[in-house]
């Protein structure tokens, strides 16, 4: 067994001792408390210009041989002003309960639901015939955490069960998926705060469980946080994921599967990503500033798998994660003049790689060996940068430049400006190609490539905030997307940079929602 293994394994059996702790402490506990809460969000979104049902943006024939990825050159957006646009509305609702106990010992459980409007209305308008809702989605077990503080007297905090984590401002590890959307991770996390300015959280969370051999997925972090200085907090942390699911690309009968396995085909290795990065913030003198730079590496052969030159083939098994990302914000406060005017800088920044070019001679090669391309992997991210390009956390291989400016226009109202310029890192070669009229034709040759454009197009957004009372906030929000030749043409930026953003043309884009917030 290799030490990793043993690890894991050492993991797993301090996670069966914690639980049978927790639940005998818990049973001496006298309950003091119950308190009841929860939250309510109402959202409204409509995409105009962007998505269309998926379809081939660059015919396959024109791309043979060249190891493009999941979908190949297939794309939910259009870039143009034909069809319908895109419109949805959804709830979120939390509600919690929380029991104290005696001994420094606290239960907590919350319920949620999540849904889209129209999803579960009972009646036929046509007919009038009513049946039951389809609520095979609707309530869901949030969080369900048993917490004990002052273990053995010692400065440690330990909660086991279902939970929210969010690790700084969320930039890589967030408790939600977009701004309604909730997410928990079955998790064990262990705080130390040996010193009033510094903490160290270590956590281990089963993402995906399979119930024979190893093939589950797993995350580990390690977290710690010092803020020994007013004007500066400092974190520094290290992730790991491990996926050891079985993957295959092929499945042939026994005297193929024995050619495979002499030969080493078709065989990936147990996704390890590692994530070391560190994080900077503070303020200053009406200065407030904020760093996060991560970097990536380990196997990355599952996502390698997903680059066959055609169906049928074998992946990239030697796929490495060797990727940069970097958030970094500059603003000032200028908190003697009216309305409190803070502009700021920020840029973003998360590495790419695209390596779906081909040779002359690998065109002509029936058994070269594709290359894999690897972009810095956002894993549990929320931050979006990019709302009309639909960021969600899962945008990769780009870089963003934006320009912005806040006032507080009242102590209830709270406005946003800001202005982008967004580029693809690394971007995709498409075939040659010429226009006759509205038409398109491509290279037969697919190793025949001009340069793709990094230009995925401007920005501009606003937002205004009315903070109704301590509980109750409204948000309007928009977006206006000048659309480059990079996002138009078609980049691969979507889905960790996996995915194809390739339209039927170069329209102008947009994107408004509204929401509301009710705490309680």
Excluded: C
């Amino acid at each position: 067994m290799s030490s990793k293994a043993r690890w894991i394994k050492g993991m797993g059996l301090w996670l069966s001792v914690a639980m049978p702790l927790l639940m005998v402490t818990s049973a001496f506990a006298e309950l003091q408390q119950v308190s009841v809460g929860g939250e309510l969000r109402i959202r409204g979104r409509q995409y105009f210009n962007t998505f269309s049902p998926r379809g081939e943006r660059i015919d396959p024939q024109y791309t043979g041989w060249r190891p493009l990825g999941p979908k190949g050159t297939t794309s939910v957006f259009k870039w143009d002003g034909r069809g319908t646009d895109w419109t949805r509305y959804e709830t979120s609702v939390l509600l919690n309960v929380k029991a104290d106990f005696t001994d420094n010992v606290t239960a907590f459980i919350e319920l949620y639901d999540w849904h889209i409007w129209g999803e579960d209305f009972r009646s036929n308008y046509l007919t009038g015939e009513d049946r039951r809702a389809d609520s095979s989605d609707d309530v869901e077990i949030e969080q369900a955490y048993v917490e004990m503080r002052q273990i053995f007297g010692a400065p440690l905090k330990l909660r086991v069960g279902r939970q929210a984590i969010k690790l700084g401002k969320g930039w890589l590890v967030d408790d939600m998926l977009t701004p309604s959307q909730y997410s928990s991770y079955d998790a064990i996390r262990l705080t130390w705060t040996p010193a009033d300015d510094l903490s160290i959280d270590a956590i281990m969370s089963k993402l995906n469980e399979q119930q024979i051999g190893d093939e589950d997925t797993d995350f580990y972090a390690l977290y710690g946080t010092w803020t020994g200085i007013p004007e500066l907090t400092v974190s520094a942390y290290w992730f790991f994921l491990r996926s050891a699911q079985h993957v295959e690309t092929t499945k042939l009968g026994a005297p193929g599967e024995w050619a495979e396995s002499l030969f080493g085909w078709d065989s990936y290795d147990p996704t390890r990503l590692h994530t070391v990065g560190t994080y900077l913030f503070g303020k200053s003198n009406g200065f407030d500033y904020s760093l996060e730079l991560a970097y990536q590496f380990g196997d990355a052969s599952h996502v390698g798998s997903y680059f066959k030159p055609v169906t049928g083939a074998y992946g990239d098994p030697g796929a490495n994660y060797d990727n940069w990302g970097l958030e970094a914000i500059l603003g000032y406060t200028f908190s003697d003049v009216k309305w409190q005017p803070r502009p700021y800088v920020m840029a973003s920044w998360y590495d790419g790689k695209d390596n779906r070019d081909i040779t002359f001679w690998e065109w002509l090669n029936p058994f070269y060996r594709p290359e894999a391309s690897i972009s810095f992997n956002r894993l549990f991210s929320s931050t979006n940068a990019f709302p009309t390009i639909n960021d969600n956390g899962w945008l990769s291989n780009v870089i963003q430049v934006q320009l912005g400016l806040e006032l507080q226009v009242t102590e209830k109202v709270r406005t946003h400006v800001h202005v982008a310029k967004d580029w693809v890192d690394d971007p995709f070669d498409p075939p040659v190609s010429f226009e006759i009229g509205d038409r398109r034709f491509y290279s037969p040759f697919s190793f025949w490539t001009e340069k793709g454009s990094r230009d995925l197009g401007w920005e501009a957004a606003a937002w205004v905030k009315y903070q109704y009372s301590a509980d109750l906030w409204f948000l309007l929000y928009g977006n206006y997307l000048w659309t480059g030749e990079g996002l138009a043409k078609g980049a691969f930026i979507q889905y960790n940079g996996t995915e194809f953003s390739g339209g039927t043309d170069d329209n102008d884009a947009g994107y408004l929602f509204w929401m509301a917030v009710l705490k309680f």
